[in-house]
Nanobody, 123 residues
Framework: VQLQASGGGLVQAGGSLRLSCAAS????????MGWFRQAPGKEREFVGV????????YYADFVKGRFTISRDNAKNTVYLQMNSLKPEDTAVYLC?????????????????WGKGAQVTVSS
């Protein structure tokens, strides 16, 4: 199984980026997909999740109204659209797959992790 994230980069505060995560080696439509992030010296933290069946989403409070997760089951890809970026959003963003939705609730039970994409927001 591979989860390959792309689309990271350097952006100024207030700007936007879209991350993509292409999955292979798994039945994509059977997995709940989501994103975490990890900043240097900090714990990995949950960003958001999207159900495979309904497409419903749930986000961490610190990204509500700014980030949007979507998925394309035909392309085996999940997206993270990030708007109004802040310097504190700087982190490595990792996509994740769980066979059950509750895998994205603390203490988290993730089946597969991607390698991550670096997002750097300058002030």
């Amino acid at each position: 199984v591979q989860l390959q994230a792309s689309g990271g980069g350097l952006v100024q505060a207030g700007g936007s980026l879209r991350l993509s995560c292409a999955a292979s080696g798994l039945t994509f439509s059977r997995y709940t997909m989501g994103w975490f992030r990890q900043a240097p010296g900090k714990e990995r933290e949950f960003v958001g999740v999207i159900r495979w069946s309904s497409g419903s989403t749930y986000y961490a409070d610190f990204v509500k109204g700014r980030f949007t997760i979507s998925r394309d089951n035909a392309k085996n890809t999940v997206y993270l659209q990030m708007n109004s970026l802040k310097p504190e959003d700087t982190a490595v963003y990792l996509c994740a797959a769980a066979s059950v939705y509750t895998g994205f609730t603390y203490p988290y039970h993730i089946d597969y992790w991607g390698k991550g994409a670096q997002v750097t927001v300058s002030s």
